[in-house]
């Protein structure tokens, strides 16, 4: 498993482009599981593209998934949700994510500089800095 900032949240790994093996959920994830969290009540693991999880990969995850311990949580990342098997999917709430508006962004950004009080004119060349360098 592998932690870039902090050590109770590890992101898996595939070890091939295209595909999550069953050594990567093995190695990675069922036997790490019973070690308790180092500083954080829970041990998050990411697995993005779990789509792309092998039959056998699948299986370990689900054995884990039945009867997780209560310090883990596992986030499963996808864009194709209709790829995950159904044994899987009813172990898991779902969150579907969309894409914030820039208006919205821009919205809510006025109201925060509003109720910080920052003035009209760094108002405007933070929004100008944004739509600039940030929304293209």
Known sequence: AESNNHADIIEVMHEKPNTVS??????????DVAIRPYSSRYKVYIIPDCEKMNQEAQNALLKTLEEPPSHVIFILATTEVHKIPITILSRCQRYDFKRIGIQTIADRMQDLMDAEGVETEEQVE???????????
């Open 126 to 136: 933070f929004l100008t800095y944004l739509k600039l360098n940030i929304f293209g």
């Open 22 to 31: 069953v050594n990567d959920v093995r190695e990675k994830i069922v036997a």
